[in-house]
């Protein structure tokens, strides 16, 4: 079992920045392939970001096309945490956004949708003003 709990969202002005943060627990953290999806009220939850364990100890990230130079995903081996660094926000980026957990064998394009993943956090609401 895993455990996600998302935090740092909140208000914050278009062309602001928030650092999102995923704690996990409950496994071994390097093992585990790490997403980032999004949600607004009546629609789809959206792919944002994933990083992901290469054979070997290197690890690899993809983004959805909308966010690629805005948004840096990353992680903290120490502190069982990953990261999402987002910059120039825009009112469209306001959702709540969930972190999610998946074993490292999971595939590349499985970890782009929501049923690559195992666990989920609770979400943290974004809020971009303009």
């Known amino acids: 079992q895993v455990q996600l709990v998302e935090s740092g969202g909140g208000l914050v002005q278009a062309g602001g920045s928030l650092r999102l943060s995923c704690a996990t627990s409950g496994r071994t953290f390097s093992r585990l392939s790490v997403g980032w999806f999004r949600q607004v009220l009546g629609k789809e939850r959206e792919f944002v970001a994933y990083?992901?364990?290469?054979?070997?100890?290197?690890?690899?990230?993809d983004y959805a096309s909308s966010m690629k130079g805005r948004f840096t995903i990353s992680r903290d081996i120490a502190k069982n945490t990953v990261y999402l660094q987002m910059n120039s926000l825009k009112p469209e980026d306001t959702a709540v956004y969930y972190c999610?957990?998946?074993?490292?064998?999971?595939?590349?394009?499985?970890?782009?949708?929501?049923?690559?993943?195992?666990?989920w956090g609770q979400g943290t609401q974004v809020t971009v003003s303009s």
């Open positions: 999610a957990a998946a074993d490292t064998t999971t595939t590349s394009s499985a970890l782009r949708g929501t049923t690559g993943y195992d666990y």
């Open positions: 990083i992901r364990l290469n054979s070997g100890s290197t690890y690899s990230a």
